[in-house]
């Protein structure tokens, strides 16, 4: 199959790599339909994170089920499915408890698209990608979704939710002020934005001169003052 591959700062390449396969009777192989670019593979290929080449990336992404093991139920071949871009298993303490992230079952951080720091699962950017634990990581695409409208859902959109999600529950109808990206700035004036907007909503005293991105800042404002927003 072919994968794309990080090969360094400024530079991926198309190879050529072994087929993924079942290799455990819950396993599923699917094939991405839509693949989102994430700010860590910007900031991958800008070079702002350390990370040594050759390694398959992305990591987000929407598929198509090709086949499935044996153990897996609920999910044939051409069902469009949702596929997480961190593995769990479902079955341990941490993934019952919601925390899939941090399952038990499998290295830490294991993740697509991230070899170095997430293992070999292989990258999103490729013709076939093995799903382990597929009744429990595959979730199906409501029917009537563009793969392309939802191809992030796996990731920023679900980190978006919980981001805002839960805080507008308890504060509803609260103001949100979305920061975010690798920019160095943030509207055409950030300034502005930091002086009217976040500092008063912070508690913070006057504005400062950032020598770094105002999104660092601002995230140290709410860290700074128990991270509540009034
Ligand atoms: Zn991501
Ligand atoms: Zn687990």
Known sequence: MRTLVFLEAGRVEWQDAPDAAIETAD?????PLAVAACDLDVALLRGLIPFQGPFPIGHEFVGEVVAVGAAVTGFAPGDRVIVPFQIGCGACACCRSGRTGSCETVPPVSMYGFEPLGGRWGGALSDLVRVPFAPHMLVRLPAGLDPATVASISDNVADGWRAVGPPLAEYP??????????RRRVGRRPSR?????????????SPRRPREPPAVHHARDLSDHGGRQQ
């Open 193 to 205: 934005l930091r002086g009217r907007q976040c500092r008063p909503r912070c508690g913070g005293g």
């Open 27 to 31: 396993d599923a192989l699917v094939r």
């Open 173 to 182: 109808g609260a103001r949100v002020l979305v920061l975010g990206g690798l």
